[in-house]
């Protein structure tokens, strides 16, 4: 039993095979946090609900009760009413006024999972999955307030979400919403999150958890290359191996926040949900709002037992792709290779090298419809443009075809230039605030896709063309930020929804696009990787991790989006060097050792390549077809993460049943004198020999005879320091294992 209510004492507990969460409900009828870790039996809530540092004599809370509020470890903290803390919930009554108070009601639990209306979530059967929902209720203003969480015991994960539903007569505002909350003791925290930008996302930074508010946020509309929705916080020295850790993720695709903040009472409040910014939400009489799901989970054996979780439960539980089992084909997609500049007869000459050297899908990126020569014009018109690809569209896809090859097509539904039909015809169809001159950003436009007609009618314009060649494979593509707030179909109490609604909508549209074409392989994208979450995992197995194609770049950008996202969720393809973004010329098994972390390709003009590079491709595709499974299946450890002082890059795949591992290892720069480097291992067993084969790179002295998963994870194996840029992978196989 996953969860047990105790109506008596007003305890609920909820298991997974690791973690316990408690929460109960206080004598004045507030729901507390209790305790979210280690699993355990017992606690003790009257500590938790310090009443007694309360300077008044219980239960005489009349004339101290703001005082009580602001020190409560609240579940679902309110604003308004005396907690000074980030409230998870602010409501605005028709007088314009915003108070909120929640008391317990009841809790029920359930078998399997609910959907939630109109958004991605994760899902389980009856057997993995057990959901209670927590009913609270502000008497005041009829708002009835539901709190779902559901227990994935196997996975060590919990998610949340919550029904917020008007049953009085009076219209409401929700001004804030989030998803989750929680208040816990301080322990000497740090927070760990993603940042970066354009080019270099999902960069992990740790700092210490200060007095005050730590931030992590998106106002952009898309959850963001700077800021990240993921949030961790981390007890005192933790490390990969070793330490405690309550991460929070956010399966949402827009504007969020997630806030850690530390009080002068020495508690932490965590939460994250939809960023209240620009935010409100008009809730009528009898109507609900639902929000996205947050899914959290605890580990007390530091970040990679963190990541494990993670991975295991979004592969098991959010990505719904028949790919996630299947094995994807090495594709190749001309954007770097080509740019605009292309005809139906060099993309062709580009599919026909690609295939003699094995790559198995040909994906045709922007540039071939309407009038688009360059990022200016024709986004919105999704017709062939036929002078540039003679024959059409599905000619084109036929002959590559006929090469062996699969064939993609890139999209940008979403989006629009001013120079194009589509804009012509419908100027309101962008978002806009009248009398104001939107910003442009790469000379395009957001379209207002909360509205349906512009959905409806962008999807029938694009599928159709996805029927005729009938694709294998999509990229959608999404290249701005959203700016100038103003829809011309919403009314003026309900403007503060375009961002939610806006992501609403992508949803609706993505998940036609997978209904209708359900054996489709789809990866979703934003400039780069611009809205790598779990929202967007729920559509497409797989995200285009960044624009940055560099080996050494990608180090740290698959570092920080594998911390949290399995391997088979990140595009990564093999480019030209010196490389388009940084210049920096790396060896072409480098790259490829790189890119093997994740779903793997090529991205560049084959035609253009020396012979002994495209000599490479076939042994790096036969090194992909032999160890994809590992990769999209395995354990992921991190074993090394390159720095100044320590200048290398180390990662390991172990398979489920700890006969077979990976371990990449990547020199950023070479240094003279140095001797090599002893590597302590991870995840092997540690009774079991394994046989050692360096299937990239040069061959290791140490490799040579059978060596101990004991002696591995505890004494560790040498690496002589490579030049800079080289690496080399290597293969440990179990001495008895049938591989
Ligand atoms: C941004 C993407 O990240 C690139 O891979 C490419 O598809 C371009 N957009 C095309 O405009």
């Known amino acids: 039993m996953p969860i047990t209510v105790n109506e008596q004492e007003k305890t609920i507990h909820l298991e997974t095979d690791h973690t316990s969460y408690m929460m109960a409900v206080s004598e004045y009828g507030h729901l507390g946090h209790l305790y979210y870790g280690k699993r355990i039996k017992h606690v003790n809530p009257a500590e938790h609900f310090r009443f007694f540092e309360v300077p008044s004599p219980r239960p005489d809370l009349k004339r101290e009760k703001a005082r009580m509020l602001a020190i409560f470890p609240f579940e679902y903290p309110t604003g308004g009413t005396g907690d000074f803390r980030t409230p998870a919930l602010q409501v605005r009554n028709e007088k314009g006024m915003s108070a909120?108070?929640?008391?317990?009601?009841?809790?029920?639990?359930?078998?399997?999972?609910?959907?939630?209306?109109?958004?991605?979530?994760?899902f389980g059967d009856e057997q993995s999955v057990e959901?209670?929902?927590?009913?609270?209720?502000?008497?005041?203003?009829?708002?009835k307030v539901m709190l779902l969480y559901s227990v994935f015991v196997k996975e060590d994960i919990i998610t949340r979400s919550v029904r917020i539903c008007n049953e009085g007569k009076e219209g409401l505002t929700i001004e804030r919403a989030l998803s989750a909350s929680m208040d816990l003791e301080n322990r000497n925290f740090e927070v760990l999150g993603l940042f970066g930008d354009w080019a270099r996302e999902r960069h992990p930074e740790r700092v210490k958890l200060h007095h005050g508010k730590q931030v992590i946020s998106s106002l952009r509309g898309v959850s963001s290359p700077q800021e990240a929705p993921f949030i961790a916080l981390l007890g005192e020295g933790t490390s990969q191996e070793r330490g405690e850790v309550t991460a929070m993720n956010f399966v949402y695709s827009g504007n969020f926040v997630a806030v850690a903040e530390r009080s002068a009472s020495e508690s932490v409040r965590l939460g994250m949900g939809i960023h209240p910014e620009g935010f409100s939400w008009q809730l009528l009489p009898g109507a609900e709002f639902v929000t996205p799901e947050v899914v959290m989970t605890y580990s007390s054996e530091g970040l990679d037992e963190m990541t494990h979780h993670f991975h295991d439960f979004y592969r098991n539980h959010l990505i719904r792709s028949r790919y996630l089992q299947e094995e994807r084909p090495v594709l190749i997609n001309n954007w770097e290779g080509t740019y605009f500049d292309f005809d139906e007869t060099k993309l062709y000459e580009i599919a026909r090298g690609a295939s003699a050297c094995g790559i198995e899908m040909f994906v045709m990126d922007d540039g071939w419809f309407g009038n688009r020569n360059d990022d200016e014009h024709g986004l919105g018109d999704w017709m062939v443009n036929e002078e540039k690809l003679k024959g059409g569209i599905r000619q084109l896809a036929d002959r590559i075809r006929g090469l062996g090859m699969k064939f993609g097509i890139w999209v940008e539904p979403e989006m629009v230039n001013p120079d194009s039909d589509l804009y012509r015809e419908h100027p309101d169809w962008a978002i806009a605030i009248p009398g104001r001159e939107p910003s442009l950003f790469r000379s395009q436009l957001v379209l207002d896709i909360s509205r349906k007609e512009v959905r409806d009618?962008?999807?029938?314009?694009?599928?159709?063309?996805?029927?005729?060649?009938?694709?294998?494979?999509?990229?959608?593509?999404?290249?701005?930020?959203?700016?100038?707030?103003?829809?011309?179909?919403?009314?003026?109490?309900?403007?503060?929804?375009?961002?939610?609604?806006?992501?609403l909508g992508v949803y609706e549209m993505q998940e036609r696009l997978v209904k209708e074409l359900p054996n489709l392989l789809f990866e979703n994208c934003s400039s780069g990787g611009a809205r790598f979450d779990p929202g967007m995992l729920y559509y497409s197995?797989?995200?285009?991790t960044s624009d940055d194609t560099d080996a050494i770049e990608r180090l740290k950008i698959q570092e920080g989006t594998a911390l949290v996202y399995p391997l088979s969720t990140m595009g990564a393809h093999v480019s030209k060097v010196p490389n388009e973004q940084v210049g920096r010329i790396c060896p072409i098994a480098t790259r490829?050792?790189?890119a093997l972390a994740g779903s793997f390709g090529y991205e560049l003009d084959i035609t253009k390549m020396t012979a002994e590079e495209k000599e490479e491709i076939p042994k790096q595709i036969r090194m992909y077809h032999r160890f994809r499974k590992l990769t999209m299946e395995g354990d992921y450890y991190r074993i090394a993460s390159w720095s100044a002082e320590r200048p290398f890059d180390v990662w390991m795949i172990v398979s489920k049943d700890r006969k077979e591992a990976l371990v990449t290892y990547v020199q950023v720069l070479g240094r003279p004198q140095t001797g090599a480097e002893r590597i302590r291992l991870r995840g092997l067993d540690p009774d079991t020999g394994y046989h050692m084969e360096t299937v990239s790179g040069k061959m290791l002295p140490s490799t040579s005879s059978l060596r101990y998963g004991d002696d591995l994870m505890n004494d560790g194996m040498l690496f002589p320091a490579l030049g800079d840029f080289e690496s080399l992978v290597l293969y440990l196989r179990a001495e008895r294992a049938g591989v």
């Open 457 to 503: 009618e962008i999807m029938d314009r694009i599928l159709k063309v996805l029927h005729e060649v009938e694709a294998d494979y999509v990229k959608w593509d999404m290249n701005r930020y959203l700016s100038d707030l103003g829809s011309f179909a919403l009314t003026q109490e309900r403007q503060g929804e375009l961002s939610h609604r806006y992501v």
């Open 541 to 544: 197995p797989q995200i285009w």
């Open 592 to 594: 490829a050792n790189v």
């Open 100 to 122: 909120c108070e929640l008391l317990y009601r009841d809790a029920r639990v359930e078998f399997g999972k609910p959907k939630l209306p109109g958004l991605p979530s994760s």
């Open 131 to 143: 959901t209670l929902t927590v009913e609270l209720e502000d008497p005041v203003l009829h708002l």
